[in-house]
């Protein structure tokens, strides 16, 4: 079984922007995607996995959250790099879903989905939902600065569970990733 990188949106690929509602309004990290074109070269299969409560809040249309991932998908294949697979959770937080980080149902559902094994596999993301998704299959964790990462960083210093890696921004997540496929 082949291994992957799981990818937050808000926070690790472009800028956290508190409900991102429209696609003029996202903002690529600087790096992010020379990163994911890393993984691409590498072969290495990059998955988005996103809560998107707007939707469930109300606050915007599941037409909307396509709209930015088509725009995602776009301003990465602008620059060479693209997302293998986009899952994302539209629920309210109340709903009690099993796909809302972090519950790992996406990252199940992409794992049967493609074949993949998620305790060779790397979640990366700025919050401690991102990481705790991971966690609780047995992913290696690695948290970003950007975003909400340095909250979620001293949020850490209370749990039972830490990153495998912090790093800096996405770019500096990849390069530590593929440096660790030798124990793959």
């Known amino acids: 079984m082949k291994w992957a990188v799981f990818l937050d949106r808000d926070g690790t690929i472009n800028e956290e922007a508190q409900y991102l509602d429209e696609p003029a309004r996202l903002r690529l990290l600087p790096g992010a995607a020379e990163a994911i074109r890393v993984l691409n070269h590498a072969g290495v299969p990059v998955i ?3 809560n998107q ?16 991932h088509r725009e995602l998908a776009r301003r990465l294949a602008a620059q060479g790099a693209h ?4 899952y994302y959770c539209p629920h309210h937080p109340d709903e009690g879903c099993d796909c809302r980080k972090p519950k790992p149902g996406m990252l ?5 989905e493609y074949s993949l094994d998620l305790t060779r596999s790397f979640v990366v993301g700025d919050k401690v939902s991102d990481l705790e998704a991971g966690w609780r299959v047995g992913c290696r964790m690695v948290l970003v600065l950007t975003g909400y990462g340095v909250e979620a960083r001293e ?8 990153p495998h890696y912090v790093a800096a921004d996405l770019r500096e997540a990849v390069q530590w990733i593929l440096a660790q496929e030798a124990h793959l």
Not at 55 to 60: K, L, Q, S
Not at 108 to 112: D, E, M, P, S, V
Not at 155 to 162: P, S, T
Request: proline letters at 3%.
């Open 83 to 86: 997302l293998d697979a986009i």
């Open 155 to 162: 949020a850490f210093r209370h749990l039972d569970f830490q």
């Open 48 to 50: 988005l996995v996103t």
């Open 108 to 112: 199940l559902q992409a794992a049967k």
């Open 53 to 68: 409560a707007g939707v469930g809040r109300g606050y915007f249309p599941e037409s909307a959250v396509n709209a930015i």
